[in-house]
């Protein structure tokens, strides 16, 4: 997804990262607000918030170098590695704009991985 090598995220994105990562927020909630896809709504940003939370959770230990001693952390994929912290801030704001699909717990928990990444 991010390099243009096969990755878990393939199926979605194929160009290059920010032109397609930057819309995402946008083409996200466009897509999931139409009548049609509300079916899966909650499912997709349950799946989301997971993996916002994964990523931030590595962002913020690699930060304070807390990775094992192979120099990288099991919790992120080899293809989000290098681009970690732009894919973070990108899918957390999707969820942000997603956040009426989110449970007010989770919400809360996107509030403070947000506030906790500008510190």
């Not at 120099?71 to 293809?79: R, W």
């Not at 956040?99 to 809360?108: I, T």
């Amino acid at each position: 997804m991010l390099s243009g090598s096969c990755c878990k995220y393939m199926p979605i994105l194929m160009l290059d990262q920010r032109s397609v990562l930057c819309d995402l927020p946008v083409t996200l909630t466009s897509l999931l607000t139409l009548p049609t896809w509300t079916i899966i709504a909650e499912r997709f940003t349950a799946a989301l918030f997971a993996s916002v939370e994964r990523i931030h959770s590595w962002v913020m230990r690699s930060s304070q170098r807390e990775v094992n001693s192979s120099g990288q952390h099991e919790d992120v994929n080899e293809s989000e590695r290098g681009s970690a912290p732009f894919l973070l801030g990108v899918m957390r704001e999707s969820c942000i704009l997603l956040r009426d699909y989110l449970p007010l717990d989770k919400q809360f928990r996107l509030v403070n991985m947000a506030v906790s990444s500008t510190t």
